[in-house]
């Protein structure tokens, strides 16, 4: 699929439209979806706070009548500032009530510990390998990504298999795990309609990353096993936040099933010459040239695919020092 998505207002059902917001960054859009019922708004998602996003929002839901004064509820699929950045600033002019999964909104709360984020962060890193200097940079960006969540509280938490009416629709409420922890998408029964957020992505995998808040966590396992949810499910488009919706869910899962399983091979011959830490693993697989934010991005996927594989008692891991190594077991 090569098909690209341009920011503009498409109606994908009735009183449903899907809107597409430019942003900078690789992603270079982020689509949010809003239900309409009469002149109340029901919004899936929002986007980011970048410098002129909400002013292109408001513009984008004018041109389907709506007005941000007349949104009335907020679902947000995750934490992410691409996905919730401006609830807050749309809460403020419409007192909407904003839901989310508890486990995400905790997250967020987190975030206000900045000290606490950055130990862990920088334990993490150092214990996988990560070279200092990356780390250092990378804990400098938390502070400019601060900004593109405006502050908002959560008012009602999400709750999986929860059903909801909105315009006549039922929406159901899907746990998700896997991009995140909290992560949740939205199931039009009757339209067939799946709002998956990140979960499931037409040309990309979701970064998989170790939640540092709950190191019992496992990424991988719990996406394939979200992917698996909603493949029993009679879908008929998948709506994602990133590029255009596409109708054939189970050829797509079959497709990360693959991506990742090759992935883990990867990761596993990567220590056959020697025990490695997840760094090393990561640039046998990523190679050495990545940008110094996308090291991080390569060692998290790595790290999620070797916890697998210690799962699976294939590798084991053993401390040296201030450092893990993975070794074949
Ligand atoms: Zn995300």
Redesign the pocket.
Known sequence: MTDKIKPGVTEIADHLYRITIPMPFRLEHVSVYALFEGRDISLFDTGGNFPGTFPVFEGLLKEIGGSVRDVRQIFLT?Y?A??CGIAGLIKEQSRGTIFMSEIDFDTIRSFEQEELRLQRFTAFCTEQGLNQKTVKMIAGLFKTFKGITAPFQADTFLKDGDDMTVDGKIVKVLATPG??RGHCSFFLAEEGILIGG?HILPHIT?NLSPDLLSPAFRPLKSFMDSLEKIRKLPVRKVYPAHGPSFPDLHARVDEIKVHHSERKTLALNALKDRPKTTAEVSVNIFGNGLPEFDKLLALNETYVHLVELEDESTIRRYREGEKFLFALA
Do not use: E, I, S
Request: charged share 25%; hydrophobic share 0%; proline share 12%.
């Open positions: 995750h992410h691409d996905h991009h995140t990140d979701p």
